[in-house]
Structures are given as C-alpha cells and as structure tokens.
C-alpha cells in the first residue's frame, strides 16, 4: 500500500494535538496557534492546489480508526481549554476570544467533521453513537437525525433549513437553520417513534437523549470550574454549532432543485483543495457526498466539473462571515450555475428565490 495515502488523514489529529497543546498552555500561545492555523489552512490551499487522486484503499480498519479517534483528541481539547480557563491562564481580553474562537473551531473541525462522517454509518452502532458523542460537544446531536434523514433528501430546496436562499445574509441562516434544523428533528423522531409504537417522551427518543449527552458535558465542565468553566464550554459549543451552519451556507448557496428530481453533482459546491481534503476526511468532495450519501469519505471523487468553491473551506468560511465580499464573490458564480449548470425548471425555480445581491461583476456579466 502506499503509506502516504494513510498518513495524509494523520494531519487532522496533528492539528488537534496542536491546539490542545496550545489551550492548556494559555497566554499568548492561543493567539498565536489561532493564527496560525489559520494561515495554515489559508496558504496550505491556496499554494497545495487541487488534490484530485483518487486510491483505492483497502486497510477500512485503519480509515474507521482514524475517525474514532477524534472523540479522545476532542475530550482533551476541550478538557485542556476549560482546565486553561479555570485556572486564569488568559490574561486579556484578546486570549480569551483567541480560546473560545480556537477551541469552537475544533469542535467543529475534529467534532462536526468527523462526526458527519459517522452518522452515516446507521449500520455500525459504534460509530453512530461515537458520531452522536462528537456532535453533542456543539449542542447539535439533532444533525444526526435532520441531516442524514432530512438535509439529504430537500437538499437544495426551499423545505431544506439547511440550504441559504440567494440573498440570504450569513448570521440570520446560523439562527434561522439552527430554529428550523431542530423542529425537523423533532418531526423526523416522531414519526420514527410513532412507526415503533414508542412514546415520544422516553428514554427511546435519541433527540432527547442527544439533549442529555450535551448537558451532561455542560454539568462536567461545570463540576471541574464551578459555573464560569460550565458558561465558558456553552459558548464555545455554541460557536462551535455557529460554524457549522456557516458551512452549511457554503455549500448549497443560492442552489434550487425540484424535490422530485434526484440530487445530482451540481447540488453542491464542491472544491479539491488538498490541504482541506487531507484535514477534513475529504469532507471538501461535497458534490459526490450528496450525489452518493452511502460512500465512505476515502472512496469518494473529486468531480472537478462540479461548481467550486471560492477556496477551501476555512477560506471560504472567512469569506461568507463578510456578506460583502461574500456576495461580491458569490453572485457571479450563482450565475454561471444558473447558467452552465441548471436545467431549464431549475432556471424557473432559481427565477422565483429572492433576487440575488448586484454587484460590479454581475451587472457587468462575468462569471
């Protein structure tokens, strides 16, 4: 085998390892290992380029172990972040943004990836409740419910909270996906419940017990530092659940499908970029992922004629926080989806969303 084919995964623990490092050291360190990973990810794409290879792996015990073990890194991530702050190792204002930002981001990078990989293995019980276990560090074991059984059926359409209509600014989809996300995770257990003969008020309900795994991490974080490390852990949990909606904005931005027609390639923004490839499980090859939910993250192609993305996901992340640039961006390649990518209903449909942003290049007609 080609060990490198292997290793290169490794570099989402690495990164995990650092920031733990980091967090429990406190000081200036959060801030400058803040920074730094995000120039990792900034430069790393923008210098790495596009990973477009395509191994057939077939050590499946190693690529599984690999994603297990992001529940440890995550527990001692977050467990070096409340120890920091509870024992006063941020000395300004500016380290303690630096920790919440820096461990949210982890939450959401070693928690919510990962975790999103796992949730669709409803087969494998182990990684379905590790899955479940990740989510709960960012308030949202809903997602393993609304996205696996909901996101991937309307997705693309308007019943998809998870898809931003044209125009929609960032910050309202966070509140507006997060509000809509767990109502149809309430209606998906329900029905599920409901089809099994249980009460949906019972220790069956996995959205309720998802609610408790997040309490329970709360009540830990609170019985090591009291109330401040218990509020402390909420708001990184929460911005860590913020980021995801972010990245739920990214990747379906603008598109429109009919919920009858099969979900295709261009549903989804795509990008090959290596660095986010290679710490992300491969997360970066969305437009497959929502052509072919079952693949495991290894066995999935590039598509390099699907759209793309501004950059790689961190990039394009920062980008979608400035609604400016954002849509100064944007706007132009929603058009030349609507343009090369859409068949003539979509075309129809994408002419009843809200019109898009106007900006220099799509009043002038470049894609």
């Given at each position: 085998m080609?060990?490198?084919?292997?290793?290169?995964?490794?570099?989402?623990?690495?990164?995990?390892l650092c920031a733990a490092a980091a967090l429990y050291t406190g000081g200036v360190?959060?801030?400058?290992?803040?920074?730094?990973?995000?120039?990792?990810?900034?430069?790393?794409?923008?210098?790495?380029?596009?990973d477009l290879s395509t191994p057939k792996l077939q050590h499946?015990?190693?690529?599984?172990?690999?994603?297990w073990l992001a529940l440890p890194l995550l527990v001692l991530i977050v467990a070096a972040s409340v120890a920091s702050f509870s024992a006063g190792?941020?000395?300004?204002?500016?380290q303690l943004i630096s920790g919440v930002v820096l461990t949210g981001l982890m939450i959401g990078l070693i928690g919510t990836i990962t975790a999103h990989e796992l949730i669709h293995r409803t087969t494998e019980p182990v990684s379905l409740e590790i899955g479940r276990w990740l989510l709960a560090f960012s308030f949202d074991v809903s997602f393993a419910i609304e996205h696996v059984y909901g996101h991937h059926r309307y997705v693309s359409t308007s019943a998809d909270p998870a898809t931003a209509p044209r125009g929609r600014n960032v910050y309202w989809h966070i509140v507006c996906s997060t509000v809509k996300g767990n109502r149809s995770a309430w209606r998906l257990e329900r029905k599920r419940l409901e089809r099994r003969g249980q009460r949906q008020f019972s220790h069956h309900n996995l959205l309720l017990r998802g609610y408790l795994m997040s309490a329970a991490l709360v009540a830990a974080a609170g019985w090591y530092g009291g109330l401040p490390a218990a509020l402390y852990f909420s708001v990184c949990a929460l911005f860590g659940k913020a980021l995801l909606e972010v990245v739920n904005y990214m990747e379906h931005y603008g598109m429109v499908r009919n919920p009858a027609r099969p979900v295709q390639p261009h549903h989804s923004w795509n990008t090959n970029k290596r660095l986010s490839s290679w710490t992300m499980f491969n997360l970066t090859r969305h437009s497959h992922h929502h052509a072919r939910a079952s693949v495991a993250y290894h066995?999935?192609?590039?598509?390099?004629?699907?759209?793309?993305?501004?950059?790689?996901?961190?990039?394009?992340?920062?980008?979608?926080?400035?609604?400016?640039?954002?849509?100064?961006l944007m706007t132009p390649k929603v058009l030349?989806?609507?343009?090369?990518?859409?068949?003539?209903?979509?075309r129809q449909l994408a002419a009843a969303q809200p019109p898009l942003p106007r900006t220099a290049a799509s009043t002038s007609g470049t894609a």
């Open positions: 080609n060990a490198l084919h292997y290793l290169k995964f490794f570099l989402f623990h690495v990164i995990g360190t959060v801030c400058a290992t803040l920074a730094g990973v995000l120039l990792f990810y900034i430069v790393g794409d923008l210098l790495g380029g596009d499946r015990a190693i690529l599984t172990g690999q994603l190792r941020y000395a300004s204002t500016a066995d999935l192609q590039p598509y390099p004629d699907a759209p793309m993305m501004i950059s790689g996901y961190l990039s394009t992340l920062l980008v979608a926080l400035l609604p400016p640039l954002w849509h100064a030349a989806w609507d343009r090369d990518y859409a068949s003539e209903e979509e």
